[in-house]
């Protein structure tokens, strides 16, 4: 069994060795942005343009769709990939290689599900959509899954 968390004994010709703290610095983001995914959906997402009086003026993600939900979900599935994946970049657990790399898949899948559902929600808002605009929530939400995404992707490359 290898341990990825290692360090190389050699690195590639032509190129240095990576320092120890850009190892993690991947599966740190990723983590990092899936709790900031998680958090998402108990912001506003949406605001009334116009309603009738002593109506409320935003809406949460949980309270507008069940979208938002499952993003929550994925956020909390990326946060655990992720410290997994950075706790083992740091050497304080020791994943076998093939676990380290379903764990990078499972952050991608994760990552890309929750784009993808939080650009739907972005494109097509919950009815009346004619009374509903873009919040802040949504936007942090999109931006913690494109972080997420990044980091992800970044996390195969290797």
Do not use: C, K, N
């Amino acid at each position: 069994m290898s341990v990825r968390g290692a360090p190389p004994a050699t690195a590639a010709p032509g190129r240095r060795p990576r320092p120890a703290w850009l190892r993690g610095l991947a599966p740190t983001l990723a983590a990092l942005a899936g709790v900031a995914l998680a958090l998402t959906p108990f912001l506003p997402w949406y605001a009334t343009d116009i309603g009738p009086p002593f109506s409320p003026s935003t809406i949460s993600g949980w309270e507008a769709t069940t979208l938002a939900r499952a993003v929550l979900v994925l956020g909390v599935v990326i946060a655990l990939a992720g410290l997994t994946l950075a706790l083992d970049a740091h050497g304080l657990l020791a994943l076998d290689a093939e676990l380290a790399r379903a764990a990078e898949w499972l952050t991608l899948a994760a990552a890309a599900g929750a784009a993808g559902l939080v650009a739907w929600r972005m494109v097509r808002l919950p009815e009346p959509a004619e009374f509903l605009a873009r919040d802040i929530g949504i936007y942090a939400a999109a931006g913690a899954a494109g972080v997420a995404l990044l980091a992800a992707l970044a996390q195969l490359r290797r």
